[in-house]
């Protein structure tokens, strides 16, 4: 019996059900079984765990193998993403690795054509190291997906929405199409642009939701982490067999600063969604062409509107000259020019440049991603000082006529 699954901790297999309103729930850590009733779950900050008799089947024994704060974090995470599992690692693409681990060679994948640039990067990877190919289409149009479903499609990897450029994906209808006529295999949604906030893909149809814990759950950008919820204790058990055998689950103080900074995902996003509609309605009517599911003028608005409960704090707007993008993501004094997003701070960036670069320029004409693409990432400040820098901004890049 060399194969069987090492023993997992038991209280990482989600307890509680959700009793009260995202808001109260997210806030809400169940730590009763706390032996001195801490009010903030503690940082198990060991690597061992002594056993009581010579054939040791304590709960814990390795940290690799599973440590109470980690077990915490992932029984929260599972609550609120409506998940029978969750897992955390090390990053959100430690998360795509563990999952894409359950591909075997000569399986495929396919995914959408506007994806994060490190998951393209990955998938690039195991196309030619382990032979697993992915399909690129366009996810918009749901009927593209079903020339490549075969007995060897294995994973069907969606964004909604994508980013940088804000497209829509129908997880329902996907989902369906998906499970009818491959019944092997698993539809897995990066959920990250949405946090489980706005959006939860396993109540859509999808099998499997992870996110970059870097961004909204977090919080703060003073941590990478990557979660996955599984919404079979199954395909749980599988994901967790790859951590255990890699060794990238979260360690102890990183897993409670992801458990503190989630409690206030729900403020957070509902302050920055607020102040980048405002923006966004700001740049239409000064005639720019903007990214966003908020607007009426987005092509899928009624598609996210049925999937998720708000358009987010991404947007992204085209200016028609690279050179007057730079100059405004440089003009920009209270946006810091950086990658990523879900922090609470406000970020400017050209993600052609920066986190898209490594997609190849011929590849992202292909997938029109265009050059002058600026990409907003809103934070919490108060959105007037947000709309006069970036009205300033505006004005000295030439984008707008000086004042
Ligand atoms: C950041 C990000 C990732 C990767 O997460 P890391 O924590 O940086 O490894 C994956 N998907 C999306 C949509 C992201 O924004």
Not at 270 to 292: M, P, T
Request: proline share 5%.
């Amino acid at each position: 019996m060399t194969d069987i699954l090492p023993a997992s901790p038991t209280a990482s297999v989600a307890s509680t059900t959700r009793k009260y309103r995202f808001a109260t729930e997210v806030v809400t850590v169940d730590n009763s079984d706390d032996p001195h009733n801490a009010a903030s779950v503690p940082i198990y900050q060991t690597a061992t765990f002594k056993q009581k008799t010579a054939t040791g089947s304590g709960e814990y024994d390795y940290s690799r193998s599973g440590n109470p704060t980690r077990t915490h974090v992932e029984n929260h995470l599972a609550k609120i993403m409506s998940a029978e599992r969750a897992l955390v690692v090390t990053s959100g693409m430690g998360a795509l690795d563990v999952i894409t681990r359950l591909v075997s060679a000569g399986e495929e994948i396919i995914a959408g054509d506007d994806l994060y640039g490190g998951t393209n990067r990955l998938l690039t990877f195991l196309a030619k190291s382990q032979n697993v190919k992915t399909h690129h289409i366009d996810t918009t149009k749901s009927d593209s997906i079903l020339p490549y479903l075969s007995d060897k499609t294995r994973l069907v990897l969606l964004e909604s929405p994508t980013n940088p450029l804000i497209k829509i994906s129908d997880i329902p209808t996907i989902s369906k199409y998906v499970h009818e006529r491959c019944p092997n295999a698993l539809v897995v949604v990066d959920n990250t642009m949405m946090s489980p906030y706005l959006q939860r893909p396993l109540e859509l149809g999808a099998d499997i939701s992870y996110h970059s814990g870097t961004k909204y759950l977090s919080g703060h950008h003073d941590l990478m982490a990557g979660v996955i919820g599984s919404k079979t204790a199954a395909v749980g058990d599988e994901l967790y067999y790859v951590i255990n055998a890699t060794g990238c689950g979260l360690s102890p103080f990183d897993s409670w600063l992801l458990l503190r900074g989630v409690k206030t995902l729900a403020v957070r996003m509902d302050k920055q969604q607020a102040s980048c509609i405002r923006i966004a309605n700001y740049l239409e009517d000064q005639g720019f062409k903007v990214h966003f599911p908020g607007l009426r003028s987005h092509p899928q608005h009624d598609l996210h509107a049925s999937m998720a409960s708000g358009p987010g704090a991404v947007l992204s707007f085209e200016t028609g000259d690279t050179g007057i993008s730079e100059r405004i993501v440089e003009g920009a004094k209270l946006w810091s020019i950086s990658v990523s997003f879900g922090c609470v701070n406000s970020l400017i960036s050209m993600p052609c440049r920066m986190s898209h670069a490594s997609i190849p320029a011929h590849v992202r004409a292909e997938r029109s991603l265009p050059e002058d693409l600026i990409r907003l990432c809103v934070g919490i400040e108060d959105v007037e000082d947000l709309l006069e820098d970036l009205e300033q901004a505006l004005h000295i890049s030439g984008a707008l006529p000086s004042k």
